[in-house]
């Protein structure tokens, strides 16, 4: 198994070197003739699933039986090269018909207005955005087992579907790893005279595989959506909410880190990339907070690093601490070389005073910064610009600061029955005109909000849009 899961990486390593190549004849036939057509189906399964995560498992079936079949068909010894070619255009016109079989995408009419190889690159490049949440429910045991000896193949195709899709931001080779360890433990355990010990054992084998399968999924999920910069932004006011007696220059390394490591790592087809500097990045954490915050030191205690970051990720923000007024940048070192960071370490005190604002507020108020810096330091005037749209921030944004903190702080606090029950009063008083129907949208708004949103891995392209 080893063994296959190297030739799949190494597989891997073509896809990534031939990005945006993906109907040349040479490299899917290489793949094909090396992975032989049983790995090159199981690899097709995840990367269509990956690639098209809102895809229904009929639509990805198609597809993957289309390109399995044109890679045995084309890519036998003495086939004439037009084979492949004729066998793609086939393909892609059956992807611009109106009744294809294969996963819709918003993108595809676009690709279907060109013609011959642009057509193909063009629907090639083609993929979904990452699903807000996992959707992967592991059935008990007695459940796989069921399933898998009703029809192994089935089974262990709609798992990779299903996995693959759920946790498609993974890096290619953990989500490689973790599905084949997973479809080696249904298969051993199914078999076995004692198979409740044996799903024990193995799950604790793969506990550490399975954390950091979520784990960088959501990281790299995250940083498809905000990108380097901004994905340090983020990691910096999380931990600023954590840890608000830590000062900027303790914490600002380590944003930097973790940004780093998300482009090092999200598309990295190394086998290790994810699990060696997320453990290396874990240990930094671990050595600059332990002595400043109890509840790190207790996240850093055990002796598996994968277990420590889960839980450092996992630790709601602490109570804000009673500190001095933060001094606003100028308007001259907002426009100058160093503007952007004087702007962070400006958002950054806002996170640490108001340690309940979510995730999604706060890069809102990345976004606008960035944008006000745009705006107004290529003015003739800077300041008389900034000066104006400060006046006009501070008139509109200490409401809406004090909203979503009171929100989120009590989710955060609070039971969820009682948290819904105080905020049904809320509204009651705050909202007297509104009929019953009304009261009750907004609740839901409220309570949708607060239970996606105010979470540590709240979903940022859902929560954006929620703001």
Not at 164 to 193: D, E, H, K, N
Not at 349 to 364: F, I, N, Q, Y
Not at 371 to 396: F, H, N, Y
Not at 436 to 447: G, H, N, S, T
Request: with cysteine; aromatic share 6%.
């Amino acid at each position: 198994m080893r063994a296959a899961l190297a030739l799949l990486l190494f597989l891997a390593t073509a896809h990534a070197a031939h990005r945006g190549k993906a109907y040349v004849r040479e490299k899917v036939c290489q793949e094909y003739r090396m992975l032989g057509k049983e790995n090159f189906r199981t690899l097709t399964i995840i990367a269509n699933s990956r690639k098209y995560s809102n895809g229904t498992f009929e639509e990805i079936g198609h597809l993957v039986r289309e390109i399995v079949s044109l890679a045995e068909t084309c890519c036998a010894d003495g086939v004439d090269p037009s084979c492949y070619d004729a066998g793609s255009t086939a393909l892609s016109v059956k992807s611009c018909s109106a009744d294809s079989p294969f996963p819709a995408h918003p993108g595809t009419a676009e690709c279907c207005a060109h013609e011959g190889l642009e057509r193909k690159l063009c629907l090639a490049a083609l993929q979904h955005p990452p699903q807000p949440l996992p959707r992967y429910l592991q059935p008990s045991d007695k459940e796989l087992c069921q399933a898998f000896r009703q029809d192994p193949r089935e089974f262990a195709d709609r798992f990779l579907y299903e996995y693959s899709s759920s946790y498609s931001q993974a890096p290619l080779p953990v989500l490689l790893g973790s599905t084949r360890t997973f479809l080696s433990m249904v298969s051993t355990c199914c078999i076995s005279s004692a198979p409740t010990a044996c799903f024990l054992k193995e799950k604790l084998e793969r506990k550490t595989l399975s954390l950091l399968t979520l784990t960088s999924h959501r990281i790299c999920s995250r940083f498809s959506v905000y990108g380097k910069d901004k994905v340090s932004f983020s990691y910096l006011a999380s931990l600023a909410q954590k840890v608000p007696i830590a000062s900027f220059e303790d914490l600002l390394p380590l944003a930097e880190d973790a940004a780093e490591l998300s482009s090092q790592c999200c598309d990295s087809v190394a086998e290790d990339c994810m699990q060696k500097k997320l453990l290396e990045h874990t240990a930094k954490v671990c050595t600059a907070l332990s002595a400043q915050d109890g509840r790190f030191a207790d996240c850093c205690k055990g002796k598996n690093l994968m277990e420590n970051h889960f839980c450092i990720l996992a630790l709601p923000p602490a109570p804000a601490p009673k500190l001095p007024e933060a001094s606003e940048p100028t308007n001259k070192e907002l426009c100058g070389k160093d503007g952007a960071l004087h702007a962070t370490r400006s958002l950054f005190e806002l996170a640490r005073r108001h340690p309940s604002l979510p995730d999604a507020v706060l890069a809102k108020l990345y976004d606008s910064s960035g944008k006000l810096r745009g705006e107004c330091c290529s003015t003739k005037d800077p300041s008389a610009c900034l000066d104006s749209k400060r006046k006009q921030m501070e008139a509109e944004l200490p409401p809406l600061l004090e909203k979503a903190s009171q929100l989120c702080g009590q989710y955060n606090k609070l039971p969820f029955l009682e948290f819904k029950k105080r905020m049904r009063e809320s509204l009651t008083q705050t909202e007297p005109e509104a009929s019953p129907a009304q009261l009750e949208r907004l609740l839901e708004q409220r309570v949708s909000f607060a239970s996606t949103c105010c979470l540590p891995d709240a979903p940022p392209l859902l929560c954006a849009s929620k703001v």
